[in-house]
């Protein structure tokens, strides 16, 4: 069955717990969206784990176009939910309403995410209003990485707090549909998920949220480059992947590949008229 950002709200209702991770190409999201997943996200941590770049900032809004495609042509029936990258809607409503339309009309997703709380609540608005979804990313927001100095934990102080409940609760009345509550202390993130009527989606953020979101190549050990500590790894498919393509380089230096069975033949009297 599809999900949609109804079924969001039915699984808050119900207490039954959403799944969401990150895709970035068409292979990957349609074998994530074989085994029942909610949601894709395709996440502007493209930049770090697709393009290698340090950070999410340097990501373009073409970026996301090309890779939200991908993977909306792969995902049948999780909802997909592509990111605004940074400053593609922090200038003005109208440029953000702009970009969304584009991320939804060039990439076919259900839905769009951008970071931040009461400031960019008018940017919200607009787009629900425009009948865009909205998921909100509040706490350690990736794109407000040189302002907060490094990848550290958001909400650890009483005045901190309280503005994250208070962002939280913005958003909701703004019209997003669903928050993303990164790396926030755990009491905390069950406190705003109690206190609001949409989802909240953890990402360190302790177990009583009404969700969960990894990125891909975190829980299947394909990117090495750091671990978050709330990152869970299931399996280690980035040594299965080293091991094979060792395997191949020596099969290749000892003619072991290809054998005959990866052979085209044709008839000898053929080849014998060539010489």
């Known amino acids: 069955m599809k999900n949609t950002v109804l079924s969001f709200q039915r699984a808050k209702k119900d207490g039954k717990k ?36 340090d950070d999410t900032v340097s990501v373009t809004l073409d970026d996301m176009i090309h890779h939200g495609k991908a993977v909306c042509r792969g995902a049948k029936n999780a909802l997909v939910i592509v990111d605004m990258p940074f400053m593609s809607y922090q200038i003005s409503v109208e440029q953000a ?11 076919h997703c259900q839905a769009v995410k951008l970071e931040g709380g009461k400031s ?4 919200i608005k607009a787009m629900v209003e425009a009948g865009i979804p909205v998921c909100a990313h509040l706490g350690l927001t990736p794109q407000h990485i040189n302002a907060f100095g490094g990848f550290k934990v958001q909400g650890r102080t009483e005045a901190a707090a309280k503005q994250l409940i208070e962002d939280a609760k913005a958003v909701q009345e703004a019209g997003a549909f669903a928050v993303v509550l990164e790396a926030i202390p755990a009491e905390l993130a069950q406190l705003i998920t109690k206190q609001l009527d949409i989802p909240t989606i ?14 891909y190549a975190d829980l299947l050990g394909l990117f090495s480059d750091f671990t978050p500590k709330f990152v869970k790894r299931y399996a280690n498919i980035g040594e299965l992947i080293s091991g094979a393509v060792k395997n191949y380089i020596d099969d290749v230096a000892t003619q072991k590949f290809p054998t005959p069975e990866n ?3 044709i008839d000898d009297t053929i080849i014998e008229k060539l010489y």
């Open 18 to 53: 959403l799944t969401m991770l990150t895709a970035y190409d068409y292979s990957t999201a349609k074998l994530i969206d074989s085994t029942g997943i909610n949601s894709i996200l395709v996440g502007d941590s493209l930049g770090n784990v697709v393009l290698g770049y």
């Open 97 to 107: 309403l702009e970009n969304a339309g584009r991320l939804m009309k060039e990439t």
């Open 120 to 123: 960019v609540c008018p940017q």
């Open 202 to 215: 953890g990402i360190g953020a302790g177990n009583q949220t009404d969700g969960q979101v990894l990125v």
């Open 263 to 265: 052979e085209y033949h």
